[in-house]
Structure formats: C-alpha cells, structure tokens
C-alpha cells in the first residue's frame, strides 16, 4: 500500500491565523480525502482532493475555510483559514486507488491547537 | 446513505481474556465493510476489511471479524488481547468513494 507523509505533525498557532498541512505521497493515488478528528471523535470527511480541478466538499465544510489543493497525483495541501479555538483537531490526509483492494492508507496526521 | 454504529464507546478488558468490539452497518445491496486502529498520538492502520467471498475474516496482529448480513453486523475479535492492544478502533462502511467511520471504541487492556 501507499506510503504517505504528512507534514506539520503537530501544530499551536494563534487564532486568526492560517496554518497549511502537506500530504505526499510515495506513488501516484486515484484518490486523495482529508479528515478531521475532533478531540475525543471519530473521523469526520472535509473533502476530496481532486487533481487539477476544485475539491468536493461535504456538507458543513466550505473552501474558503479549508481550501484545498492537488497539483498532481502524488500531492495535496490542506490550508485551515482564520483558525479559532474550534479548528483545534487531528487532521488525517488519506489516499486509495481505482481498486480500493487495499483498503484506504491513512498519514500520520497534523495535531493542531489554536490558542 | 451508510451508516456505521459501533455499539460500545468504551472495552475495559484484562490481559489474555478475549474480546468482541461490536458494529453495525446499515443495509444496503453490497457493503465494503473495515475496521482500522488508532494507537495513541498516531494515524490510522488498517486492521481487516471484507469486500466479498468468506464471512470470516483474519487481519493483523490476531484479530478477526465476521460479516453477518442477516444482522448487518461486522464484529471485530481477538481470543487474547495484550497490553499492546490499548487502542480506538474504528468500524468503517464504504460509500461513494469515501469511508464514513462510526464512533469508535476505546480498547483498555489491564493487566
């Protein structure tokens, strides 16, 4: 399975600010999604990370807060805008492909608190 | 939709005894079913996960589930648990293209 990197892993930044998370990955990947894992939660699905065209969001989320980028199929950023006290989260990058046989690969994850 | 409820928020459970974390889907026509377990301060790794053929499934580390689609019920099992095994694990149902994850289960092994 894929081998993916995740970059802050751990985070404190001040509110009103923007922190932007890396997720690379060691081959290209049909299918890039970022979650968040809110304190004491399970995990709740931002978007999909689609190359080369604007991600899909779920319901709750919206880009201006947590715009999305994929460049190619190896890569992905999520940015969190404005932060309050509330963005304060696990925020995981996962990857599958076309077959999903494997299963779905899960980064390490960026530990974010927002002071 | 799918949907995933994992029935126990929190296993207390001693060392070498057996365990079942217990999960429920929602019907629906054909299912992907997955459990994956979060140790602390780390992501996320794939334990097992059924797809279709045998109702019974091994993963790693010792651990098994069965499909039952008459209860829509994927439980997770292990006949020994160790102290290592002091994790969340979390019941995923695929749908669309995404996991959508139930609750989770805090799993506490004592010595």
């Known amino acids: 399975s894929a081998v993916i990197s995740q970059k802050p892993s751990r985070d404190i930044c001040q509110r009103g600010t923007s922190l932007t998370i890396q997720c690379q990955v060691d081959?290209?990947?049909?299918?890039m999604f970022w979650y968040r894992q809110q304190p004491g939660q399970s995990l709740t699905l931002i978007a999909t990370?689609?190359?080369?065209?604007?991600?899909?969001?779920e319901s709750g989320f919206v880009i201006d807060k947590f715009p999305i980028s994929r460049p190619n199929l190896t890569f992905s950023t999520l940015t969190v805008s404005n932060m309050s006290p509330e963005d304060s989260s696990i925020y995981l990058c996962s990857v599958t492909d076309r077959d999903r046989l494997y299963g779905y690969t899960f980064g390490s994850g960026t530990r974010l608190t927002v002071v | 939709a799918q949907s995933v409820t994992q029935l126990d928020s929190q296993v207390p459970v001693f060392e070498e005894a057996p365990v079942e974390l217990r999960c429920n889907y929602s019907s629906s026509v054909s299912v992907y079913l997955f459990w994956y377990v979060q140790y602390p301060n780390q992501g996320l790794q794939l334990l097992l996960k059924y797809l279709s053929g045998s109702t019974l499934v091994k993963g790693i580390n010792g651990f098994e589930a069965e499909f039952n689609k008459s209860q829509t019920s994927f439980h997770l099992r292990k006949p020994s648990v160790h102290i290592s095994d002091t994790a969340e694990y979390f019941c995923a149902v695929y749908q669309g293209g995404k996991l959508i994850f139930g609750q989770g289960t805090e799993l506490s092994v004592k010595p």
């Open positions: 081959s290209q990947v049909t299918m």
């Open positions: 990370a689609n190359q080369g065209s604007e991600a899909t969001y």
